[in-house]
């Protein structure tokens, strides 16, 4: 039997045996019942799972719910509730105990960390028992696959995010969230979701929000890519973390882009570039042009970005990268995959329709998003069914394999430029330079499209207003 579901007092008399400390969870218990006022102090860092002792595990329930449900806790209200509920024997017996073995409240801290260090431990090995599990049953198909649900599970045990406590959520603690989050944003203090700094597209969806998969599609040479680093980039200029995966393109070429990308910083008073693309490309043998250069790439040294460019990565593969890169920057705050149909299948795949692969990979990868609590852009094509049509601006049902991403995706966004299509007829139609970046879902808000100005030989996207602002 494995040591996890024994009881605890044989456990405990085990040498060796499951981590945890009764005298310190009794110690708690004793100081909210002695100091009820406390418990706005505990409230958010002990949760029931915490507690190895069952008794001790119940008592305390029965603390937050009435502390939910009437702001406060007394010895009284306790009692009453765990007699009525019946969940432990001989609850004034219980609480007695408590209270006698209580000490001092300036010992709530010192147990409070006692009990986190136990469960913390308790949680490790509950996962090295399960690797072994896994191992034993054979239950994966190869070793790359083991070693991914291994990464997975210590990655859960050792995250700060508390999961023993269950997935059962009492309103109250949600609105109370939800309510410090408006407070904050009334104040200035955090904004919804991550700008990436085109007013257009963060008037729409209020920013980017954690956990949420945001898929980025359209056509070929639309500049699907091109936007997306531009996301990462103005996310990264505030100096919050970004990871990039790019199973196209290589690092150098994602290096050049960016690089290319910021010169659109130095044009003269007509709006032209001082150093093409071209010129960077021919070594810019101009002095005052390489000193420019030079400076661009004093900036980027500085910028959070990490980048992926191994092709024919699996999903379970960019998963276990992700969290190895999530573990050593815990302040990880957004990661782009570029892109989707490039993700190769698992091995136990290859008897599924593309359809099936497909939802399976977005699938995966919001879970990443919510496992990681961070946005993740995920790039994609679309089928060619736009192309037939007179009308060629993207579609949800222009998704390839659509049903299936766009039943998990949190929000669709499409790029699509009249120039690409019409490129004599945009001078007439208005829309020469002029991308159009639509929001074809958005659970959390609006749906419509922002304007963007296209610059090619930067491969940047800009607000459209850049011209009165140069």
Not at 14 to 40: C, F, Q, T, W
Not at 82 to 89: A, S, V, W
Request: contains cysteine.
């Amino acid at each position: 039997m494995s040591t996890m579901n024994r009881p605890a007092e044989i456990a405990s008399a085990m040498p060796g045996g499951v981590p945890h400390d009764i005298d310190a969870e009794r110690r708690v218990l004793g100081i909210l019942i002695k100091y009820p006022a406390r418990v706005d102090v505990v409230v958010d860092k002990l949760k029931e799972g915490h507690f190895y002792s069952p008794i001790n595990r119940e008592i305390y329930r029965a603390v937050l719910d009435l502390y939910h449900e009437d702001g406060h806790i007394s010895y009284t209200q306790i009692y009453n509730r765990l007699r009525k509920e019946k969940r432990i024997p001989a609850p004034d017996q219980a609480l007695i105990e408590l209270t006698e073995c209580f000490v001092s409240k300036n010992e709530l801290e010192p147990s409070l960390v006692l009990i986190h260090e136990k469960y913390a431990k308790r949680r490790i090995l509950e996962a090295v028992e399960a690797i072994e599990q896994m191992i034993h049953q054979e239950s994966e198909d190869s070793v790359e696959a083991y070693q991914a649900k291994a990464q997975e599970l210590i990655f859960r045990a050792t995250s700060l995010e508390d999961v023993a406590s269950g997935d059962v959520k009492n309103l109250a603690d949600i609105l109370s969230r939800c309510y410090t989050n408006l407070v904050e944003r009334r104040e200035g203090k955090v904004l919804y979701g991550l700008s990436v700094r085109y007013p257009a597209i963060d008037a729409l969806t209020t920013g980017f929000k954690r956990k949420d998969l945001i898929i980025l599609a359209g056509r070929p040479s639309m500049g699907k890519t091109a936007l997306a680093l531009n996301f990462a980039v103005n996310v990264a200029k505030r100096q919050i973390p970004v990871l990039v995966f790019s199973l196209e393109m290589d690092d150098e070429s994602i290096g050049d882009r960016l690089v290319i990308g910021e010169f659109f910083r130095f044009r003269n008073e007509r709006g032209e570039a001082e150093i093409s693309s071209q010129d960077y490309a021919t070594g810019l043998n101009d002095d005052l042009k390489f000193s420019k250069a030079n400076s661009v790439f004093s900036d980027l040294y500085k910028l959070p970005v990490k980048v992926v460019d191994k092709r024919g990565l699996t999903a379970a593969e960019i998963r276990a990268k992700a969290r190895r890169v999530k573990a050593e920057t815990p302040d990880l705050g957004l990661i782009v995959i570029d892109y989707l149909q490039l993700i190769q299948p698992s091995r136990s795949d290859t008897n599924k329709n593309w359809a099936l692969i497909v939802g399976d990979l977005v699938r995966e990868l919001r879970d990443l998003a919510g496992e990681l609590d961070v946005p993740v852009i995920l790039l994609s094509q679309l089928n060619r069914g736009v192309e037939s049509r007179d009308d060629k601006r993207p579609r949800l049902s222009d998704l390839r394999d659509s049903g299936n991403i766009e039943e998990f995706a949190d929000v669709v966004m499409f790029v699509y430029r009249d120039e690409y299509y019409y490129p004599d007829q945009v001078q007439q139609r208005g829309t020469e330079g002029q991308a159009e970046v639509i929001i074809a879902k958005q659970r959390k808000g609006q749906t419509g499209k922002a304007i963007l100005q296209f610059i090619p030989q930067f491969t940047k996207f800009v607000d459209i207003t850049w011209r009165e602002e140069s």
